[in-house]
């Protein structure tokens, strides 16, 4: 049986694109996606409310993924956050059962 995860991807909204990009490149179609999400981050970063005082935003996407493409996934999803760390990408990673 092919396992899966769930990978929930929360980034500047700069960074939208480049997520579907390299969703594209490594051939993971199915995803959700929040396109105006308010957040900061634990430690570092800017808060991103899409006030005045603090413009930016971010989006939001959940994927299922095969288990072999996780981390292939997260390396990407890391070379991307290096680019501008101050513009902040988070993924996390859920073990999932069932579905329809």
């Given amino acids: ?3 899966s995860k769930a990978v929930f991807i ?3 909204q700069a960074f939208y ?11 993971i179609r199915g995803m959700t996606s ?8 634990s430690f570092t970063g800017e808060p991103h409310y899409g006030t005045h005082t603090w413009p930016t935003l971010n989006s939001a996407m959940l994927t299922i993924v095969p288990e072999d493409k ?3 996934l997260l390396d990407g999803l ?3 956050d290096q680019r501008a ?3 902040g990408l988070r993924a996390f990673v859920w073990d999932i059962t ?3």
Avoid at 22 to 27: G, M, T, V, Y
Avoid at 34 to 41: I, L, M, P, Y
Wanted: glycine fraction near 10%; hydrophobic fraction near 30%.
């Fill in 70 to 72: 996780v981390e292939i």
């Fill in 1 to 3: 049986m092919n396992k």
């Fill in 10 to 12: 929360s980034c500047n």
């Fill in 98 to 100: 069932g579905g329809l």
């Fill in 34 to 41: 929040w396109e105006q999400v308010k957040g900061r981050g």
């Fill in 85 to 87: 760390e101050q513009q």
């Fill in 78 to 80: 890391r070379k991307l």
């Fill in 17 to 27: 694109e480049h997520v579907l990009e390299l969703l594209d490149r490594l051939n």
